[in-house]
């Protein structure tokens, strides 16, 4: 299965700052998903990331506090906005490739001050 | 009622036994299921996936799903202390686009 690289793997930011994760898949894949992890919960959707196009938003998020971007088949951003401490989570990234389940990167363990 | 539901835990073994972890759906048309294993501080990591009613069985781990009671479970069998973790139970909801639903997850403790 493809390897999926994420960066930054953790960060601590100042409340109303930006970040900006970035998720590389070293094969194409069809498609790339953002989650997020609140501390002692499970995993939600936040967006499918389209190649070339605008992501699609799950039901709760929305595009200005968590831009997405997909220049290509192997490459992924989510940026998490003017944030404040309840965005104080694990992001993952996920890729799908074909038939293949879904699997996951390292994540990015998220604090916000 | 949540689209996927688990026993949040915790499930305590003994070393050696079975464990089995339950998960039912609200979709009836859902159409694949998967199972997800999180170490504390870790990512998921996907250990099972089964599309068809019956059992999968891989080494020690078997998948079963039950279409028309809208259940999936995961069996361990010689559970270790190594197989402590949280599963997660996951589904692919028709029309879903691909895109999961997760349950909250189940803790899982093996005891030496």
């Known amino acids: 299965s493809a390897v999926i690289s994420q960066k930054p793997s953790r960060d601590i930011c100042q409340r109303g700052t930006s970040l900006t994760i970035q998720c590389q898949v070293d094969s194409q894949v069809t498609m790339m998903f953002w989650y997020r992890q609140q501390p002692g919960q499970s995993l939600t959707l936040i967006a499918t990331a389209n190649q070339g196009s605008e992501a699609t938003y799950e039901s709760g998020f929305v595009i200005d506090k968590f831009p997405i971007s997909r220049p290509n088949l192997t490459f992924s951003t989510l940026t998490v906005s003017n944030m404040s401490p309840e965005d104080s989570s694990i992001y993952l990234c996920?890729?799908?490739?074909?038939?293949?389940?879904?699997?996951f990167g390292d994540g990015t363990r998220l604090s916000i001050l | 009622q949540k689209e996927v539901e688990q026993n949040s835990g915790p499930l305590s073994v003994p070393e050696g036994a079975i464990a089995s972890l339950n998960c039912t759906y609200s979709d009836r048309g859902s159409q694949s299921f998967f199972w997800y294993r999180q170490y504390s501080g870790k990512s998921p990591e996907l250990i099972m996936f089964?599309?068809?009613?019956g059992d999968k069985e891989d080494g020690r781990f078997t998948a079963q799903l039950n279409k028309a009671s809208q259940y999936v479970s995961l069996l361990i069998r010689d559970s270790q202390p190594s197989d402590s973790a949280t599963y997660l139970c996951a589904v692919n909801m028709r029309g879903g686009f691909q895109k999961l639903v997760f349950g909250t997850g189940t803790r899982l403790l093996v005891s030496p």
């Open positions: 996920s890729v799908k490739d074909g038939d293949q389940p879904q699997h």
């Open positions: 089964i599309y068809s009613n």
